[in-house]
């Protein structure tokens, strides 16, 4: 009797808070690849976007965001830029994990880069 609530415990103790996470409601919800994302950001965060607002929206939207100074993005050099980042449950234990750039020139977005993929065993 002991062991069959053990594991009922156990078993629901495991369920529950899978069960209980809120769902995503922000710019990544049901996106799977980089072009998505890109194409969403360019419909809130055209170019000549004020760079503050754009860095606040990334932020509502669950995204971690610092600025880089003649930073690199893949084989971009030299750019100066603010990083967002943002993991993202995909299917337990692996999760996705986005990362934008909100390329800067003078205080306003001129160009939005985003990479994505899954991160797990």
């Keep these: 009797m002991k062991t069959s609530i053990l594991v009922l ?40 976007t004020n760079l503050a607002s754009a860095t606040e929206f990334m932020q509502k939207n669950e995204f971690r965001c610092s ?10 050099k030299n750019l100066d830029f603010t990083y967002c980042d943002k993991n993202a449950d995909s299917r337990w234990p692996v999760s996705r994990r986005w990362q934008v750039a909100l390329v ?3 205080g306003t977005v001129q160009e939005i880069l985003v990479s994505t993929g899954l991160i797990g065993p």
């Design 9 to 48: 415990c156990l078993t629901f103790s495991a369920v529950v808070p899978m069960s209980c996470r809120r769902s995503d409601t922000s710019i990544t919800r049901g996106l799977e690849r980089t072009e998505q994302l890109h194409s969403a950001l360019l419909q809130v965060i055209p170019p000549g």
């Design 67 to 76: 600025k880089q100074s003649n930073g690199n993005w893949n084989d971009r």
């Design 104 to 106: 800067d020139s003078k």
